[in-house]
């Protein structure tokens, strides 16, 4: 018998680091994550109509855009923030995250206009941020994807807009999961030192451009047989003002008298 059907087979693979996959496959998990996040419990929760709180919304972007009052951005956060903390826990904790970072980032940027003596603009823009960050994110947590599209149709937004803004979110959500499952792949196939770890990054940028490609005509041709024609259609149901559609209408438009109020202080 040779020699070497007599020798023990114990492979001990070498220990290799998987930092960047693992971070990658977190950092995808957290995305997808916020997508499925859009869940029922939220239209429960907040009965406020998802047109209401769209229109009113992009209304309290523009006031907070255009004022020059910092009495009136602040009077904005106090709001926002007291909004915010009837909210879940880990949501206040994920708009918040991304609303100091946003607002420590334009900080940052403004720091040399802060040190030739406008400190104060530095100040007013970064508030500004904060507040306009936290109110996106707010409708954002609080209204799922499908009402923000037809909030977006009953206000004849172009259709164009609102077919790529629908079908990017769509394809986020599932070329993140195809994307998931490959780093997976690759994780469990580097066993030992993988020394070509780094370059099989390549093949997975290339696999899902192809499958991209792959998807969006079967999108095309999916649409093209159903007769899609680009024209989103919205049922008209007859809707009755609720309590909390008055309390949040009253609440925007005291914050509007607020804001006409201050410009002409």
Same mark, same amino acid.
């Given at each position: 018998?040779?020699?070497?059907?007599?020798?023990?087979?114990?492979?001990?693979?070498?220990?290799?680091?998987?930092?960047?996959i693992t971070k990658?496959?977190?950092?995808?998990?957290?995305?997808?994550?916020?997508?499925?996040?859009?869940?029922?419990?939220?239209?429960?929760?907040?009965?406020?109509?998802?047109?209401?709180?769209?229109?009113?919304?992009?209304?309290?972007?523009?006031?907070?855009?255009?004022?020059?009052?910092?009495?009136?951005?602040?009077?904005?956060? =106090?709001?926002?923030?007291?909004?915010?903390?009837?909210?879940?826990?880990?949501?206040?904790?994920?708009?918040?995250?991304?609303?100091?970072?946003?607002?420590?980032?334009?900080?940052?940027?403004?720091?040399?206009?802060?040190?030739?003596?406008?400190?104060?603009?530095?100040?007013?823009?970064?508030?500004?941020?904060?507040?306009?960050?936290?109110?996106?994110?707010?409708?954002?947590?609080?209204?799922?994807?499908?009402?923000?599209?037809?909030?977006?149709?009953?206000?004849?937004?172009?259709?164009?807009?609102?077919?790529?803004?629908?079908?990017?979110?769509?394809?986020?959500?599932?070329?993140?999961?195809?994307s998931l499952n490959?780093?997976?792949?690759?994780?469990?196939? #580097? =066993?030992?030192?993988?020394?070509?770890?780094?370059?099989?990054?390549?093949?997975?940028?290339?696999?899902?451009?192809?499958? #991209?490609?792959?998807?969006?005509?079967?999108?095309?041709?999916?649409?093209?047989?159903?007769?899609?024609?680009?024209?989103?259609?919205?049922?008209?149901?007859?809707?009755?003002?609720?309590?909390?559609?008055?309390?949040?209408?009253?609440?925007?438009?005291?914050?509007?008298?607020?804001?006409?109020?201050?410009?002409?202080?």
């Open positions: 018998m040779p020699e070497w059907l007599l020798k023990d087979e114990n492979y001990i693979p070498q220990s290799d680091k998987d930092a960047f990658s496959i977190m950092t995808l998990l957290g995305v997808l994550s916020r997508i499925r996040a859009q869940s029922v419990y939220k239209e429960k929760k907040f009965k406020v109509s998802a047109a209401l709180k769209v229109a009113f919304t992009f209304v309290l972007i523009l006031l907070i855009s255009i004022s020059k009052s910092i009495a009136f951005t602040i009077i904005i956060n =106090v709001y926002l923030l007291a909004v915010l903390s009837m909210m879940n826990g880990e949501e206040i904790i994920k708009i918040l995250k991304v609303s100091i970072v946003t607002s420590a980032f334009t900080f940052v940027i403004l720091l040399p206009a802060a040190f030739w003596g406008n400190l104060f603009s530095s100040i007013f823009i970064t508030s500004k941020v904060f507040a306009t960050v936290t109110a996106v994110n707010m409708l954002s947590h609080s209204t799922r994807w499908n009402s923000i599209t037809s909030a977006l149709k009953r206000f004849y937004v172009p259709d164009i807009f609102i077919l790529v803004m629908d079908i990017t979110i769509k394809y986020i959500f599932m070329l993140g999961e195809f490959m780093f997976y792949a690759l994780k469990l196939r #580097s =066993v030992g030192k993988n020394k070509s770890k780094y370059t099989s990054l390549s093949g997975i940028a290339g696999t899902m451009f192809i499958k #991209s490609n792959e998807m969006a005509e079967d999108m095309y041709s999916a649409m093209e047989c159903r007769g899609f024609t680009g024209e989103y259609q919205v049922i008209n149901k007859k809707y009755k003002m609720t309590f909390p559609d008055f309390v949040y209408i009253i609440m925007n438009i005291a914050l509007i008298l607020i804001f006409i109020y201050m410009e002409r202080v």
